[in-house]
């Protein structure tokens, strides 16, 4: 069992539709990440937030956009998705994003998103 | 950028035998990081090397970090139809930033 939560865990869309990834830890940590995979390609890091602020964002286009609402949460927003983002989409934690900290991320089971 | 190599891509062992997947670096890392993706599943943490030179061992599974902090490897003594999924290395690169994955090699086992 993960503990990270993420919903939905499947969610097909049309490229007009507006919907919601969400992802809740209760681990206390204070690092939070969204990434991106693509079928047998390694996770691809789309945003971070440290201490509930957006501290990367590796030029992911303003289609998905983040927000963490408190320090236990947090969602990408999706609007107007082109078929090549589907994609699984998973949200980690980490204690810290500082160096020689543990720094281990701690997945959630991911949200498998299709857009037709 | 900083740049992980990881191969082979894809390995068929029958169970029982070894295997080892390898990952390289363009640049020195703090650290370096395994983690194990079943079918269908999320990547989950198995291990982290911090120490030039250093071996870690988890029952059947033997981590190695090269003494230039550049090479990594996994080795999985008798593989087991359990050792099946992707295994990713993931470096942090000398400044202590983001993690970056390799590619990942595919561990398929026969039974």
């Known amino acids: 069992d993960t503990e990270v939560t993420q919903t939905p865990k499947h969610l097909v869309m049309g490229m007009t539709n507006k919907k919601s990834l969400k992802c809740e830890q209760h681990?206390?940590?204070?690092?939070m990440y969204w990434y991106k995979q693509k079928a047998k390609k390694p996770p691809e890091l789309m945003f971070v937030y440290s201490y509930e602020k957006l501290s990367i964002n590796e030029s992911v286009p303003s289609r998905f956009s983040p927000e963490c609402p408190n320090s236990s949460l947090l969602n990408l927003h999706l609007h107007a998705l082109q078929p090549e983002d589907s994609a699984l989409y998973l949200c980690a934690s980490s204690p810290s994003v500082r160096t020689f900290d543990t720094g281990e991320l701690f997945f959630g089971e991911g949200s498998r998103l299709t857009v037709l | 950028g900083q740049q992980v190599m990881q191969i082979p891509q894809y390995q068929h062992v029958q169970e029982g035998e070894d295997f080892t997947t390898y990952c390289n670096s363009s640049t020195t890392l703090s650290n370096i990081q395994w983690y194990k993706q079943r079918p269908g599943g999320h990547p989950v943490f198995l291990i982290q090397?911090?120490?030039?030179?250093e071996v870690k061992k988890q029952k059947r599974l033997t981590f190695q970090f090269g003494e230039a902090k550049k090479n990594s490897s996994l080795h999985i003594t008798a593989t087991q139809t359990t050792d099946v999924g992707t295994y990713f290395c993931a470096g942090r690169d000398n400044a202590g930033n983001m993690l970056t994955f390799g590619g990942g090699t595919r561990l398929m086992v026969k039974p």
């Open positions: 681990m206390g940590h204070r690092a």
């Open positions: 090397l911090v120490k030039s030179g």
